[in-house]
C-alpha cells in the first residue's frame, strides 16, 4: 500500500515570506500532482510531474519531482494572501496493468497567509 | 479545461433517508469516475472507483451495500447513500478521467473534480 506523507501539516505565514511544502513517500509514482482545495470546493489541480529531477514553474509557485519519483516539493516566493488554502499531493499509481488504478492523496498541508 | 459539475452542492437530510448524488463530466467523456469523502480539515479519501458499465469497486472499510455507485453512462456517475446517519455526514467529491492507462503513456489523462457536495445528516 503506498503512502504519501506530507510536511508541514500546517503553515501560517506573512505575506511576502517564502515557504516549501514537502511531500514523500516510500513507493514510486508514474507521476505526481498538486492540487489547492479551498474550503467548501473541490481541488484545482496546479501541476503534474512526471520525470524524476523535473521541475515547473507556476509563476510564483515551483514544483520539484525527486530523481527516484518519490517525492515531489511545493516553493511559494512571496506569499500572498490569495495563496491561502490546502495544498494537496497526490500519487498516481499508474504502474501496472490493472483497470482500477488510483491516485493517492496526501494529507495535505493547510497554509494560512497572513496580510 | 474540462468541467465537472455536481448536483446537488449541498443537501440536508433526516436519519435513516438516502441520498442521491450525481456527478457528471460536462465536455468530456469519463470512462473512469471516482468517489471521494473529505471530513473537516483532512485529506481526501477514496471510497470507490467505477468505470462505464461495470461494478464500482470499492476501497477497503467502505460499504458497498450503503454507498451505491452506478455509472451507466460515460458523462454520468451517482452515488446513493442509503439509510443515512450523522456519521455519513461529510464532503463528497467526485472526479472523472476521461481514458484508461495504456501501454507506452507514462500516465493517464488528468482527473478533473467536482465541486463537491456537503451532506448534512440530523
Known amino acids: 500500500t503506498q503512502l504519501l506523507e506530507q510536511s508541514p501539516q500546517f503553515l501560517s505565514i506573512q505575506e511576502g515570506e517564502n515557504l516549501t511544502v514537502y511531500c514523500n513517500s516510500s513507493s514510486v509514482f508514474s507521476s505526481l500532482q498538486w492540487y489547492r482545495q479551498e474550503p467548501g470546493e473541490g481541488p484545482v489541480l496546479l501541476v503534474t510531474v512526471v520525470t524524476g529531477g523535473e521541475v515547473k514553474k507556476l509563476k510564483r509557485l515551483t514544483f520539484q519531482f525527486g530523481d527516484a519519483r518519490k517525492d515531489s516539493s511545493l516553493h511559494i516566493t512571496a506569499a500572498q494572501p490569495g495563496d491561502t488554502g490546502l495544498y494537496l499531493c497526490a500519487g498516481d499509481n499508474a504502474i501496472g496493468q490493472a483497470s482500477y488504478d488510483k491516485v493517492i492523496f496526501g494529507p495535505g498541508t493547510s497554509l494560512s497567509v497572513i496580510p | 479545461g474540462a468541467v465537472v459539475s455536481q448536483h446537488p452542492s449541498w443537501v440536508i437530510c433526516k436519519s435513516g433517508t438516502s441520498v442521491k448524488i450525481e456527478c457528471r463530466s460536462l465536455?468530456?467523456?469519463?470512462?473512469?469516475m471516482f468517489w471521494y469523502r473529505q471530513f473537516p480539515k483532512q485529506s481526501l479519501m477514496l471510497m470507490a472507483t467505477s468505470n462505464e458499465g461495470s461494478k464500482a469497486t470499492y476501497e477497503q472499510g467502505v460499504e458497498k451495500d450503503k454507498f451505491l455507485i452506478n455509472h451507466a453512462s460515460l458523462t454520468l456517475s451517482t452515488l446513493t447513500v442509503t439509510s443515512a446517519h450523522p456519521e455519513d455526514s461529510s464532503f463528497y467529491i467526485c472526479?472523472?478521467?476521461?481514458?484508461?492507462?495504456?501501454?507506452?503513456?507514462?500516465?493517464?489523462?488528468?482527473?478533473?473534480f467536482g465541486p463537491g457536495t456537503r451532506l448534512t445528516v440530523l
Open positions: 472526479s472523472a478521467r476521461a481514458s484508461m492507462w495504456r501501454p507506452g503513456r507514462p500516465f493517464r489523462d488528468t482527473q478533473y
Open positions: 465536455d468530456f467523456q469519463a470512462t473512469t
